[in-house]
């Protein structure tokens, strides 16, 4: 085996192993409560996207139709399995990419991403899929980190992005994300802004809301 995909595979699991620790104080510091204001307007048909290890999984309703939850990552999806067993949670785990989404048109009310669209490699293709599978009265709910409004700060980000993506996985700390959303047949509602509190600052501005079918494919 290569030593760059061996290195990278050992990263991977390790990665698994540290992410909920490196998360903690930003979970406790604000973002949980914001994970469970966000998700209490899941309903119906919900597909989550990225899940990595389900730090979201007790905040959904108890009375979805159903919910599926999506993880590409081995090495996540073997933690996200485990702590879905140990929750007792009916959920179905599947190894799908956000970029293509095994789901029918407009077969889905609700679809959630936090902290995904910032790693996903085409995010366009992503959205578009997502606005695919939504229902025409469905929603995305997102919770993520953007590209900072600072000029100052989008210059650090813009500095630091190639070795925080090495060590994020693949994660762009720079990415205009809500602006992406808008351009990829969604509709922006209700979106605010936050902060990452007691994470490293190229990672702190956040964009938190929902869009709905509706936008102009393209645009």
């Known amino acids: 085996m290569d030593d760059n995909i061996m290195m990278s595979?050992?990263?991977?699991?390790?990665?698994?192993?540290?992410?909920?620790?490196?998360?903690?104080?930003?979970?406790?510091?604000?973002?949980?409560?914001?994970?469970?204001e966000l998700l209490s307007r899941a309903r119906g048909r919900t597909v989550e996207i990225g899940c990595g290890t389900a730090l979201n999984l007790a905040h959904y309703p108890e009375d979805l139709d159903e919910l599926v939850l999506l993880e590409p990552d081995a090495a996540m999806r073997?933690?996200?399995a485990r702590r879905l067993r140990r929750s007792g949670?009916?959920?179905?785990?599947?190894?799908?990419?956000?970029e293509r989404l095994p789901f029918a048109d407009?077969?889905?009310?609700?679809?959630?991403?936090?902290?995904?669209?910032?790693?996903?490699?085409?995010?366009?293709?992503?959205?578009r899929e997502i606005a695919r599978v939504l229902r025409p009265d469905g929603q995305l709910l997102f919770l993520?980190?953007?590209?900072?409004?600072?000029?100052?700060?989008?210059?650090?980000q813009d500095r630091l992005a190639g070795p925080w993506r090495r060590f994020a996985r693949g994660c762009?700390?720079?990415?205009?994300?809500?602006?992406?959303?808008a351009g990829c047949g969604l509709e922006?509602?209700?979106v605010e802004r936050a902060s990452w509190r007691a994470m490293?600052?190229?990672?702190?501005?956040?964009?938190?809301?929902?869009?709905?079918?509706?936008?102009v494919v393209g645009a």
Do not use: M
Request: charged share 25%; hydrophobic share 50%.
């Open 9 to 36: 595979d050992v990263w991977a699991r390790a990665f698994a192993l540290v992410y909920d620790p490196f998360l903690w104080i930003g979970e406790r510091a604000g973002v949980r409560a914001r994970r469970r």
């Open 78 to 80: 073997a933690r996200l």
């Open 89 to 98: 949670r009916p959920a179905q785990l599947l190894d799908a990419s956000a």
């Open 106 to 127: 407009a077969s889905v009310d609700t679809v959630v991403s936090t902290f995904v669209l910032c790693t996903v490699d085409a995010p366009d293709v992503a959205l």
């Open 144 to 156: 993520e980190h953007v590209r900072s409004e600072s000029p100052a700060l989008a210059s650090w």
């Open 172 to 181: 762009r700390c720079n990415r205009a994300i809500a602006e992406l959303i």
């Open 188 to 190: 922006l509602e209700g």
């Open 200 to 215: 490293p600052p190229i990672v702190r501005p956040l964009r938190v809301g929902r869009a709905l079918p509706g936008g």
